[in-house]
């Protein structure tokens, strides 16, 4: 759907380009709060295999690029941002809810017996304590994750990307000053400044 983003329909454009010997470099305009982790894992891995391929990726950052929207715009060759772009957000999160206090409320319980200390898990019960570390482990590697990629693409350290990361957001101006993006500007700019007056870019 246009206006929107998508794991599999960007990746298959993303592909397209890929596969178009006319296409001589990519422009990944980026407007995104965030989403689904493995929606942009699936587009990183698209902008991976473009450069690659050989085609530059340039990654414009709209009024936002935050969570997921940085992680698909962190391996590009290049970022640009508005001065006011908000961006950043290098973090997760994960949320389980449950019921177990409404529910208790209107006379329903649920019980049972388990063999370990995270077999009885939904949402008409509270969080074990072995599954509420279960969940903090899978939140912890998934931040872990998140800013060696920033680190290795940005040229940082991971501790550099930890102190400026946990979640924040940065205005653009503020992520130049911070090394998450490379300029204030329009993209558009930069390939023509790279590839000549005349390239055509396709949108």
């Not at 960007?10 to 596969?19: D, G, H, I, V, Y």
């Not at 010997?21 to 902008?47: F, H, W």
């Not at 000053?177 to 300029?183: A, K, M, S, V, Y």
Request: aromatic share 8%; hydrophobic share 40%.
């Amino acid at each position: 759907k246009n206006g929107t983003i998508g794991g599999d329909s960007t990746a298959k454009l993303l592909r397209k380009a890929r596969n178009n010997e006319d296409i001589k470099a990519v422009v990944l305009r980026v407007d995104s709060p965030g989403g689904s982790a493995y929606a942009s894992e699936i587009i990183r891995q698209e902008v991976e295999l473009l450069k690659k391929a050989g085609k530059p990726v340039i990654a414009s950052m709209g009024t936002y690029a935050a969570s997921g929207g940085y992680w698909i715009s962190a391996p590009a060759d290049k970022i640009y941002a508005a001065p006011s772009t908000i961006t950043g957000s290098i973090g997760i999160f994960g949320m389980m809810m449950t019921f177990e206090d409404s529910l208790s409320k209107l006379g329903i319980y649920t019980d049972g017996v388990g063999t370990t200390d995270i077999s009885s898990f939904g949402p008409t019960q509270a969080l074990s304590p072995g599954m509420a570390n279960l969940f903090q482990l899978s939140i912890n590697k998934g931040y872990q994750e998140f800013i060696q990629l920033v680190a290795t693409n940005r040229n940082m350290t991971v501790e550099q990307v930890d102190a400026i990361a946990q979640g924040r957001v940065w205005s653009g101006k503020k992520a130049k000053e911070f090394g998450l993006i490379d300029g204030l500007g329009n993209a558009e700019q930069v390939l023509r400044e790279k590839f000549g007056e005349d390239v055509i870019i396709k949108k």
